[in-house]
């Protein structure tokens, strides 16, 4: 039977890597794209679009309309990212109850499989340096960060469903920190590369993170909705890179020889202290957050040898990424 891949979130570095894949695959793909989102340029040329909204249900119908012949895979990547750990009503409604309405939508449609982009955030995190690995249930309890909250929350409405109805085949994938080429967003690790190669970044706080390729990620989402079991989770990470290891890469990246200053912890809070006080007093946002530090020095060890196993998924080492990634921005002219 032909298949048709619907996917949501098609405009972002995730998505847009998705799509590309797929069309280069021969597939069919419709995607659903925001009214006036500026990013609808990065959606790769023969991916057929419908303007909607997850929250929007007449939009999702039409997103959903396909030809009885054709076979549907979901791919449900759209959600709101953010660092403010404190709730919000837009957040949850597009992260929680548009994942809902994706569930729905499935269910009519007699979907062939669902694919739903969690995040390592919806895992909790395990102490000291032990590896984190995938859950069969998820809780706010414990969790950091208000996007954590509602991709758990998401997360376990996609298992409940699957318990709930026989014939939803659905699995979920479970990204660590996305970087790479192609970021029109230029997320955090292209920010820290661009601040960088100009000089502009002079400090850095101890700690260490995990960032996987978006082209990896890509292929392993792909994988998922080929070979992912039903009601099954996979996380999707990298190796564990330091900070000083992150500013050797890029050296060697940008070729340059530049110093930076490591901060400890306590250093880094006290100044996040300061900051957050200047805020108060400016009204612009801090510049480092206790959110910020949290991120750096928690438990991002994760596991991701189910998803080697069972999807073949693999992740290239993050040197090449940010090779990658450097020659990507200078082409772009943003170093």
């Given amino acids: ?20 894949r797929l069309i280069e695959r021969g597939e069919t793909v419709r995607a659903l794209v925001l009214k006036d989102d500026p990013a609808i340029k990065y959606v790769p040329s023969g991916t057929q679009v419908v303007m909607g909204d997850v929250l929007d249900i007449p939009s999702l119908e039409e997103f959903f309309n396909v030809p009885d012949e054709l076979e549907i895979v979901v791919i449900h990547s759209a959600s ?26 499935c269910l009519k449609y007699h979907v062939k499989k669902l694919v739903y982009i969690s995040s390592t955030g919806a895992i909790p995190e395990l102490p000291g340096n032990q590896p984190i690995r995938e859950v069969d ?3 706010t309890k414990g969790l950091v960060g208000y996007y954590s909250v509602t991709k758990a929350e998401a997360s376990q409405l996609v298992l409940d469903a699957v318990k709930k109805y026989p014939q939803l085949d659905a699995s979920i994938v479970h990204p660590s920190g996305i970087c790479g080429p192609n970021d029109y967003a230029f997320g955090p690790v292209s920010s820290v590369i661009i601040q960088y190669a100009k000089g502009e970044l002079t400090a850095a706080i101890e700690g260490y993170f995990n960032s996987v390729d978006v082209r990896d990620l890509a ?3 792909i994988a998922c909705c080929d070979k992912g079991r039903r009601g099954e989770c996979y996380i999707m990470a990298n190796c ?8 050797e890469i890029l050296n060697r990246a940008l070729g340059i020889n530049r110093k930076i200053t490591i901060l400890s912890v306590p250093v880094a809070r006290l100044i996040a202290k300061i900051m957050a006080i200047g805020s108060k ?13 949290y991120n750096l020095t928690r438990n991002n060890n994760f596991d ?20 990658d990634e450097v020659q990507w921005l200078k082409a772009e002219g943003k170093i």
């Fill in 137 to 139: 249930h998820f809780t």
């Fill in 80 to 105: 709101i990212v953010t660092l403010d750990p404190n709730p919000n009503k837009k957040v949850w409604a597009v992260n929680v109850h548009g994942t809902q309405n994706i569930i729905n939508m």
């Fill in 304 to 323: 991701y040898s189910k998803a080697e196993k069972e999807l073949g998924y693999k992740c290239r080492p993050f040197e090449d990424t940010i090779f």
């Fill in 240 to 247: 564990l890179v330091s900070m000083k290891e992150m500013f």
């Fill in 281 to 293: 007093i400016t009204g612009k946002p801090p510049k480092l957050t206790d959110f910020a530090i």
């Fill in 219 to 221: 292929d392993g989402v």
């Fill in 1 to 20: 039977m032909n298949r048709i891949y619907l996917l949501t979130g098609a405009t972002g570095l995730l998505g847009s890597n998705i799509s590309r």
